[in-house]
Structure formats: structure tokens, C-alpha cells
């Protein structure tokens, strides 16, 4: 890179070297700690958006939080060292530097969901697109040391001082401008972009305004040229952005993709086929997985609903389903008074009463006085509500994230046990017990924990394949059968039922498994080791 170099030092008569000439004004320190503080901004906002796009795209927030970050620490200190020899060529160092990490950065969550959408190599790309950030994060500081220094003369630890300090506060504009600005005004890739642009314009600015005697004209015309064609290929990708993001999204489905949003929570995606016979197959995905296709969704609502409400059911209370379809089948009965559904997702509920295709399943349910909703955390409103339920049905996603394996706890248990009214059962979607065994009977052995008697069944969904369920009480366990004044059903009558207990010796129940706890949860281990295998 000597050709792109600084100035190189006056040698004296003498032998020995003159520095470049110093920029001397209180302006130029103040505008290298705004760079200092606009470059560590954008680096978190590139650690928070890998992040955050792991988390979407594979569930495991956790362990893509510790693969994300500890990669780039690590980097970070590689990157240091690696700028060391640097140092004599400051100013075009850090230029470079900027230049490289708007580039890569900006484009790093586009090139991510590429590589999930159509090479099925999103976990290698990721380490080296953290390790490659981070070593460029990581060159920033001992680069910017010596810019400050070449201003003003200070000690190291006033230094150090000055950048560290612009360097924690420009982490906490990042942190925040990218959950509360960046991605609910501009979206994962849009944002990124947008970070990649403010990055090159910090770096290159600093450079070309305080440090600009310190280039040759040569290295001045490299720079900029690199920094134009950064901000075409940035800019271009933004425009096309949205193009990109549907062409990407309708390679993870086999469907033709009809509704898509990404909400604060999670990206919601409908999706419709077209048979030349029968009815279409609408299909709701929540961060890419299935909750439900409308072919054979009623073999799993009715086997969810239908026998809880074999008893009291004057006052229901559904967790999660902000699809509608299993407040669909409480509604039948007409001496249900009132049903509370608490639902995370505000975004959910809207598409279901608004999107022709789902309001049809769900028959306008949301529609109906009786029912009340509330868009909250479960496991929150739970430790809030002061009302007794007479049937509680608990339709969440499959614990497969740090996110949903908290609703699948002891704590959570116990919160549900203590809105039952007396002689109250409750529900509990409870996964595959063919696909995941260990965690359908960790379930079991989890609630059991939290002072409820059990009665698992399993009905086929030919959309999920064997699908289980738990039915249980706080007293001894209930029976499991069809209410007598049960609406006619599609899938389930008294005989399928009873055979529904029967589980075959390879699916049996499996002792000594550990129950889950928010400290300790172990449905999350359960689950992703044995849905890997499929």
C-alpha cells in the first residue's frame, strides 16, 4: 500500500525525521473524536444487525449472540495488531480501513441472507464475515491514537482516555439507533446499507478535511475513487433492496409468497399455491416456520381445543394463536361468555382479521364481542392477572429460541396454574413426539413439575407429521374425551380420541428427563439437538 502512503517524514541534515506538520486547531481534535464516534456507531450497529438476522433466520438468539460477538473480539484484537505497522501511514491507513468496512459492512447482512436463501451456507459465511469485520473494527483505534496524537501532543492515558470515550458513546448511539430508528423506519438490509454510507463518509471526511497535507496526490485520487465507487455500489444496492429481499424470500418457500412484513418481533410470511383441483394451500410462517396450512389445520386446532373445553368453559383464556383458528373452535360453543386471547405480536392478529385468506379460516373469529384481546408477553400478563379462567389453551411456537423456551418452563407452568379457576384443565401444544421425543415428554415432565397431572395424546397432521399434545389439570388428571354437546368435527370423534393415548413402544414416555426452567432450559437443548436430524 506504499503507493497510497502519507507523506513520508523530512529527513534532517542530521539523520534524524521531522513528523508531518501537525493540524493544531481544538476543531480538528474535535473532529477526529465525531469520526471516533460516528465509526464505533456503525461497528455496533454491524455486530447488533448480525445479531439480529441470526436470530430471524435461525431462532437461536443466544448462540448466535455468542457466536457473533466473541468472533468479532476476537478479530478485533487480530486487527489491532495488524495495524501496527500501519501507524507510519496513519491517515491513508484509516481511509482505507473505513472505506474496506462501509463496503463489507454495509453489505453484510444482504450477502448473509443470500448465502441462507439459496446456498445453505449461512453459518460458515457468518464467521467469516465477523471475523473479517472485526479485524477492521479493531484497526480503528491504534489508527485514530495516532491521528489525535499528531494533533495535539498529550500522554497516552489522556489519550486514550479522549478515544474511549467517543468511542462508548458512539456504542450507545448504535445500540439504540438500531432496534428504536434503523429497522422500523429502514429495515435490516436497507439499514445497513444506510450505516455502510454514513461509515465511508466519516472515514473518508476525517481524512480529507483535517489530515489531507498528510496524502499525496496520488493516494488523495485512490481514496476518493474507491470511496465513489463504495458509494455507488451501496447506494445501487439500496435502491434494489426490496427486489432483492422478495427474490430472497420466495427462494425459502415453495409457494408463491402472497403477505410478508417484519414487525419488531418476528417476519411474518403468507404464502398461497395454486392446484389445478381443490382449494388453494395457504401457509403462515412465522420466522420461517410453519404454524399452519389450511389444508389440514382443523386435525390440530380441534385436537387442541375440543377436549379442554370438556368441562367449565364459560371463561376461556388462549395464549398465543393470533392466527384465530383456535379461538375459532372456542367460539362454536355458545355458552362460552367471554375468551381472552394474548397474543406477543400486535402484527399477527391484524393480518388475521384484515387478509381475506386467513379471516375465511378463522371465520372472522376476532370479530365476535366476545372476545377481548391484549398484545402482550405471556408470560408477563400472567404474572399481572388477577382473573380465574375456566379452560386455558396454550398455543404457542415451538421452543426452538431463548425467546419461546421461557413459555415452555416450571415458572411459566405455575403462571398458567395460578389463572385456573378450580376444576380448570389446560392445553399445551407440545411439539412432534416422533420427531422430538425428548422434548414432548420434557414438556410433560416440566408441568408435572409445576403441580399439574398430565394426559398426553397425539393426533396425525399431515402438514407436521405426528403432532402431541398435553392435557392437564391442578387436581387428578382429566379425562380425556369430547365435550358431550361438542359442535360435529372433522377429525376427532370419541373412538380416534381414546386411540389418540396410545403411544408405540419407540415413542413411549421417556424417564429422568430434566424439566425446563428459566435458568436452566433444557426444552432448548432437547429441541434443537433432535429437530437437526430433520
Not at 496513519?90 to 453484510?108: H, M, P, Q, R, Y
Not at 444482504?110 to 464475515?129: E, N, Q
Not at 371465520?363 to 375456566?390: K, M, Q
Request: proline share 7%; net charge negative; charged share 20%.
Amino acid at each position: 500500500m506504499s503507493t497510497s502512503a502519507d507523506t513520508p517524514p523530512r529527513t534532517e541534515d542530521d539523520g534524524t525525521t521531522e513528523p508531518p506538520a501537525r493540524p493544531r486547531s481544538r476543531a480538528a481534535r474535535t473532529a477526529v473524536l465525531v469520526a471516533v464516534f460516528l465509526c464505533a456507531a456503525c461497528g455496533l450497529v454491524y455486530e447488533l444487525a448480525l445479531v439480529a438476522l441470526g436470530s430471524y433466520l435461525i431462532g437461536d438468539t443466544v448462540g448466535q449472540a455468542s457466536i457473533v460477538l466473541s468472533l468479532m473480539v476476537f478479530a478485533m484484537g487480530v486487527g489491532a495488531l495488524a495495524a501496527k505497522p500501519l501507524q507510519r501511514w496513519a491517515a491513508a491507513a484509516f481511509a482505507a480501513v473505513e472505506v474496506l468496512l462501509a463496503l463489507l459492512g454495509g453489505l453484510s447482512v444482504l450477502v448473509l441472507y443470500a448465502a441462507f436463501a439459496w446456498l445453505s451456507l449461512y453459518t460458515p459465511v457468518l464467521i467469516v464475515t465477523a471475523l473479517v469485520l472485526g479485524a477492521l473494527i479493531g484497526a480503528e483505534i491504534p489508527l485514530l491514537m495516532v491521528l489525535l496524537q499528531r494533533i495535539r501532543k498529550q500522554d497516552a492515558g489522556s489519550a486514550v482516555a479522549d478515544l474511549f470515550a467517543a468511542d462508548y458513546v458512539g456504542g450507545l448511539l448504535g445500540g439504540l439507533a438500531f432496534p428504536f430508528v434503523l429497522l422500523p423506519l429502514f429495515g435490516q438490509l436497507q439499514g445497513a446499507l444506510l450505516v455502510g454510507m454514513v461509515n465511508a463518509a466519516a472515514g473518508l471526511g476525517l481524512v480529507l478535511t483535517v489530515f489531507r497535507r498528510e496524502l499525496s496526490k496520488r493516494a488523495t485520487l485512490l481514496l476518493v475513487s474507491a470511496s465513489a465507487l463504495v458509494g455507488l455500489v451501496l447506494g445501487g444496492a439500496y435502491l434494489l433492496a426490496d427486489d432483492f429481499e422478495v427474490t430472497a424470500r420466495q427462494a425459502l418457500y415453495k409457494d408463491p409468497v402472497v403477505q410478508s412484513l417484519r414487525t419488531p418481533y418476528q417476519e411474518i410470511v403468507l404464502t398461497e399455491s395454486s392446484p389445478l383441483e381443490g382449494d388453494p394451500d395457504t401457509r403462515l410462517y412465522l420466522n420461517g416456520d410453519l404454524q399452519f396450512s389450511s389444508v389440514d389445520e382443523y386435525r390440530y386446532h380441534e385436537a387442541l381445543v375440543h377436549p379442554v373445553l370438556d368441562g367449565p368453559r364459560s371463561h376461556v383464556l388462549i395464549l398465543g394463536g393470533g392466527d384465530g383458528l383456535a379461538l375459532r373452535e372456542v367460539l362454536r360453543y355458545p355458552d362460552v361468555r367471554d375468551v381472552t386471547l394474548v397474543e406477543l405480536d400486535p402484527a399477527v392478529p391484524r393480518l388475521s382479521r384484515t387478509d381475506p385468506r386467513v379471516s375465511e379460516l378463522n371465520r372472522g373469529a376476532f370479530e365476535d364481542p366476545r372476545v377481548h384481546l391484549v398484545s402482550a408477553d405471556a408470560f408477563s400478563w400472567l404474572r399481572d392477572n388477577r382473573t380465574r379462567f375456566d379452560a386455558v389453551v396454550v398455543d404457542m411456537p415451538d421452543p426452538d429460541s431463548t425467546a419461546t423456551a421461557k413459555l415452555y418452563s416450571t415458572e411459566f407452568y405455575g403462571l398458567v396454574r395460578h389463572a385456573m379457576a378450580e376444576h380448570a384443565r389446560v392445553t399445551v401444544q407440545a411439539g412432534s413426539p416422533y420427531f422430538a421425543p425428548k422434548a414432548f415428554w420434557a414438556i410433560e415432565a416440566t408441568m408435572r413439575t409445576a403441580g399439574l397431572s398430565t394426559v398426553p395424546y397425539q393426533v396425525s397432521v399431515p402438514s407436521f407429521g405426528e403432532w402431541g399434545f398435553h392435557l392437564a389439570a391442578a387436581g387428578p388428571p382429566p379425562p380425556l374425551r369430547l365435550p358431550a354437546d361438542a359442535p360435529p368435527l372433522r377429525s376427532l370423534d370419541d373412538r380416534t380420541l381414546a386411540a389418540a393415548t396410545a403411544f408405540p413402544p419407540d415413542r413411549d414416555r421417556l424417564p429422568g428427563l430434566e424439566p425446563s426452567t428459566l435458568m436452566h432450559p433444557t426444552i432448548l437443548r432437547y429441541v434443537q439437538g433432535e429437530w437437526r436430524n430433520y
